[in-house]
């Protein structure tokens, strides 16, 4: 999520010293074979014989007749990637398997760098690498549900809007994520959290099968019975390793009749007497402490905080922006009815947190997971700025008041309207199942917690402010106690040891999995599993 809704301010600049130069590095080395490289670049007439030879696509390039594909093909939904090396070579807009296995081949046969492309929200921008052949899903969207076993199989161009549709449709519930735009597939492969993964398991959990284009350009049918090994990659190693994804059935569950939010939000402030911003720190780390981890799995919270509420879509009148630098909000979900929800919350006793200090708490009845998530801030489609974002998983018995310390600090001190920490409750049945039956990280299945600092802008002029706060902040956050890991899909791209950060003593196994199915390297992409 983290692109906000609407533009409501545009980014200042930050009064925070830039410790850190974001160049871009020159070590995503390749031993591809780049347009620059004459000797062993193919000609153009062997991509026109390629473009001759797709059953359903062609082989496109930067130029004026052809702008909207191009830009389309190649559309990211980060406005920070435009800026650094992001245009391939060509692209093919594939609408067919058949198209896919043929470009697969001819850049294995021709040693080119290949770009997988489904919707294009990967936050590093390694789904549309510099150079590269682009072979661009977004097309493939076809999504279709199976009565036989109450399955969802959708291809990767699909996203959350069609497959939240598809669920009100048949009552069914699927474990998805937010902001309807972002696709099922690349989320899925990586771990994938949202709203329910409490009540059923991470994205990742809910894979049936997966129809893979091989490095050898075959199109096999992957399961768990087929081929437990690449299975095991597949949930959990992310995208862009091993293989193109042509389409993927995931495991649906019956919808409650009815769901039921919570929204309560708290001020931040600076305290008239010591500038500390002690009550926000009490508050948020008495509910990360001593509330959120004995709440029953049907609840999913959000912890939010920011600036400011987002104008038009967090109306909250007792919002004194006098008094008040900065907000938690605490957005809750309840996969049933409103009484047990309500139940719940009074016993653990939420409603009574911080009682004099509550702003605008309501709880709220939606008819399916699609209505509950069109009536969010989150759930818009976003206008696209900026964005760095870096992650953290916090581990059960966390500090939590180290943790609120360093969030509610770097919020008041941000110029950034829009820089927020969105803290997103795991544990439940994310945790019931151990961390070496998929290649999940065991930091991510035994959290309570994925912590994400998530800096959104608009102009290129503070893109390294904004970088800088991100990246520094990240850093100050994973060095607390009991936080680990990160999360594959959300990745700070510059993070160090990300191998061992992603995927900890699971990426071992990743790397044999990666040689056995493809020998020759053939899928290359920065932040990626490699041999
Ligand atoms: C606005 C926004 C909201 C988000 N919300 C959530 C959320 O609520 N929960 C969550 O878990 N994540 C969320 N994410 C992160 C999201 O999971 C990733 O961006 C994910 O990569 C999206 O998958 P995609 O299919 O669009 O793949 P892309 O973003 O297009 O690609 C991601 C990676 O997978 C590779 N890849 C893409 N398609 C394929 C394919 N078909 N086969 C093999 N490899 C492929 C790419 O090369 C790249 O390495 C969000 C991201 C954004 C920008
Ligand atoms: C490598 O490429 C990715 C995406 O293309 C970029 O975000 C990252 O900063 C680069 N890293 C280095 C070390 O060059
Ligand atoms: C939700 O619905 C239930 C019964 O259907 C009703 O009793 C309750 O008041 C509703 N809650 C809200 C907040 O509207």
Same mark, same amino acid.
């Given at each position: 999520?983290?692109?906000?809704?609407?533009?409501?301010? =545009?980014? !200042?600049? #930050? @009064? $925070?010293?830039?410790?850190?130069?974001?160049?871009?590095?020159? +070590?995503?080395? *390749?031993?591809?074979?780049?347009?620059?490289?004459?000797?062993?670049?193919?000609?153009?007439?062997?991509?026109?014989?390629?473009?001759?030879?797709?059953?359903?696509?062609?082989?496109?390039?930067?130029?004026?007749?052809?702008?909207?594909?191009?830009?389309?093909?190649?559309?990211?939904?980060?406005?920070?990637?435009?800026?650094?090396?992001?245009?391939?070579?060509?692209?093919?807009?594939?609408?067919?398997?058949?198209?896919?296995?043929?470009?697969?081949?001819?850049?294995?046969?021709?040693?080119?760098?290949?770009?997988?492309?489904?919707?294009?929200?990967?936050?590093?921008?390694?789904?549309?690498?510099?150079?590269? =052949?682009? !072979?661009? #899903? @977004? $097309?493939?969207?076809?999504?279709?549900?199976?009565?036989?076993? +109450?399955?969802? *199989?959708?291809?990767?161009?699909?996203?959350?809007?069609?497959?939240?549709?598809?669920?009100?449709?048949?009552?069914?519930?699927?474990?998805?994520?937010?902001?309807?735009?972002?696709?099922?597939?690349?989320?899925?492969?990586?771990?994938?959290?949202?709203?329910?993964?409490?009540?059923?398991?991470?994205?990742?959990?809910?894979?049936?099968?997966?129809?893979?284009?091989?490095?050898?350009?075959?199109?096999?049918?992957?399961?768990?019975?087929?081929?437990?090994?690449?299975?095991?990659?597949?949930?959990?190693?992310?995208?862009?390793?091993?293989?193109?994804?042509?389409?993927?059935?995931?495991?649906?569950?019956?919808?409650?009749?009815?769901?039921? @939010?919570?929204?309560?939000?708290?001020?931040?402030?600076?305290?008239?007497?010591?500038? *500390?911003?002690?009550?926000?720190?009490?508050?948020?780390?008495?509910?990360?402490?001593?509330?959120?981890?004995?709440?029953?799995?049907?609840?999913?919270?959000?912890?939010?905080?920011?600036?400011?509420?987002?104008?038009?879509?967090?109306?909250?009148?007792?919002?004194?922006?006098?008094?008040?630098?900065?907000?938690?909000?605490?957005?809750?979900?309840?996969?049933?009815?409103?009484?047990?929800?309500?139940?719940?919350?009074?016993?653990?006793?939420?409603?009574?947190?911080?009682?004099?200090?509550?702003?605008?708490?309501?709880?709220?009845?939606?008819?399916?997971?699609?209505?509950?998530?069109?009536?969010?801030?989150?759930?818009?489609?976003?206008?696209?700025?900026?964005?760095?974002?870096?992650?953290?998983?916090?581990?059960?018995?966390?500090?939590?008041?180290?943790?609120?310390?360093?969030?509610?600090?770097?919020?008041?001190?941000?110029?950034?309207?829009?820089?927020?920490?969105?803290?997103?409750?795991?544990?439940?049945?994310?945790?019931?199942?151990?961390?070496?039956?998929?290649?999940?990280?065991?930091?991510?299945?035994?959290?309570?917690?994925?912590?994400?600092?998530?800096?959104?802008?608009?102009?290129?002029?503070?893109?390294?402010?904004?970088?800088?706060?991100?990246?520094?902040?990240?850093?100050?956050?994973?060095?607390?106690?009991?936080?680990?890991?990160?999360?594959?899909?959300?990745?700070?791209?510059?993070?160090?040891?990300?191998?061992?950060?992603?995927?900890?003593?699971?990426?071992?196994?990743?790397?044999?999995?990666?040689?056995?199915?493809?020998?020759?390297?053939?899928?290359?992409?920065?932040?990626?599993?490699?041999?």
């Amino acid at each position: 999520m983290r692109t906000f809704a609407i533009l409501f301010q =545009v980014a !200042l600049t #930050l @009064s $925070l010293p830039t410790t850190l130069a974001l160049a871009i590095a020159a +070590s995503n080395s *390749t031993s591809k074979c780049l347009p620059s490289d004459e000797t062993c670049f193919p000609p153009k007439s062997s991509f026109d014989e390629l473009s001759d030879s797709l059953p359903t696509a062609d082989v496109i390039y930067p130029s004026l007749s052809r702008y909207k594909s191009w830009s389309d093909a190649t559309a990211l939904h980060n406005q920070r990637l435009e800026k650094s090396e992001h245009t391939p070579y060509c692209a093919v807009r594939a609408r067919s398997s058949s198209d896919v296995m043929l470009v697969v081949k001819f850049c294995a046969e021709n040693n080119l760098l290949l770009s997988i492309k489904s919707t294009g929200h990967c936050y590093s921008g390694n789904c549309v690498q510099q150079d590269s =052949v682009l !072979l661009d #899903l @977004s $097309l493939m969207n076809d999504i279709s549900y199976s009565s036989s076993d +109450s399955s969802i *199989t959708l291809q990767p161009g699909s996203n959350f809007d069609a497959l939240y549709a598809l669920n009100e449709e048949t009552q069914t519930q699927s474990v998805g994520g937010m902001c309807g735009t972002v696709g099922p597939v690349g989320f899925s492969l990586g771990g994938g959290h949202g709203p329910l993964i409490r009540s059923y398991g991470l994205g990742t959990d809910q894979i049936i099968s997966v129809d893979l284009v091989t490095a050898a350009g075959e199109l096999v049918t992957v399961t768990k019975a087929s081929d437990p090994d690449l299975f095991w990659a597949l949930q959990g190693g992310g995208g862009g390793s091993f293989g193109v994804v042509t389409s993927i059935t995931l495991r649906t569950h019956p919808a409650p009749p009815s769901l039921t @939010s919570y929204v309560c939000n708290y001020p931040l402030s600076l305290d008239s007497d010591d500038n *500390t911003g002690d009550s926000g720190v009490a508050t948020a780390s008495m509910w990360w402490s001593d509330i959120m981890p004995r709440l029953p799995n049907e609840w999913t919270f959000f912890s939010v905080l920011l600036p400011a509420p987002i104008p038009l879509e967090q109306n909250i009148p007792e919002f004194d922006k006098n008094t008040m630098q900065g907000l938690l909000s605490l957005e809750g979900l309840f996969n049933g009815d409103f009484a047990s929800a309500e139940a719940s919350l009074s016993e653990l006793g939420l409603l009574d947190l911080d009682k004099s200090r509550q702003m605008s708490c309501k709880f709220e009845n939606h008819t399916s997971l699609k209505a509950w998530h069109e009536s969010r801030w989150f759930g818009k489609t976003p206008v696209p700025t900026r964005n760095y974002m870096s992650t953290s998983f916090a581990q059960k018995n966390f500090d939590g008041k180290g943790l609120a310390k360093v969030a509610v600090d770097a919020i008041l001190s941000t110029d950034n309207a829009m820089s927020s920490f969105f803290g997103i409750q795991t544990g439940g049945a994310v945790s019931s199942t151990d961390s070496t039956s998929t290649s999940i990280s065991s930091a991510f299945r035994n959290s309570d917690m994925l912590m994400e600092i998530d800096a959104n802008w608009i102009r290129s002029a503070n893109d390294d402010a904004q970088e800088s706060w991100t990246h520094n902040v990240g850093r100050d956050v994973a060095a607390l106690d009991n936080m680990a890991g990160a999360y594959v899909n959300e990745p700070d791209p510059e993070l160090e040891n990300w191998e061992e950060t992603f995927w900890g003593s699971n990426f071992q196994r990743l790397q044999e999995i990666k040689s056995a199915v493809d020998p020759d390297a053939f899928f290359e992409c920065w932040q990626c599993v490699h041999a």
